[in-house]
């Protein structure tokens, strides 16, 4: 079992920054791949970035050279660093996690970008 749970989401303006963390807590020892989906109103959840526990990382084309994804693994914590925030970036955030065949979602954290 994973548990996860994300912070750092907010209202800024376009062109800021946020931060995202995820806390993963329960019985592993370190999570194999994590990752930062989205969800806009009246779309389907999407991908965001990806990164494994050796640090191999995978972003979608739109939000390559301003978002960073990485991890603490002693800390079990994923973060998404995300610059020149768009309004169109405007979504709530899931953390994922990919453990022994199973996939864990966190609750999710709200991110709007006012133009």
């Known amino acids: 079992q994973v548990q996860l749970v994300e912070s750092g989401g907010g209202l800024v303006q376009a062109g800021g920054s946020l931060r995202l963390s995820c806390v993963a807590s329960g019985s592993f020892f370190v999570v194999n791949r994590m990752g930062w989906y989205r969800q806009a109103p009246g779309k389907q959840r999407e991908l965001v970035a990806r990164i494994t526990s050796g640090g191999s990382t995978y972003y979608r084309d739109s939000v390559k050279g301003r978002f960073t994804i990485s991890r603490d693994n002693a800390k079990n914590t994923l973060y998404l660093e995300m610059n020149s925030l768009k309004p169109e970036d405007t979504a709530v955030y899931y953390c994922?996690?990919?453990?022994?065949?199973?996939?864990?979602w966190g609750q999710g954290t709200q991110v709007t970008v006012s133009s």
């Open positions: 994922n996690a990919d453990q022994s065949g199973t996939t864990y």
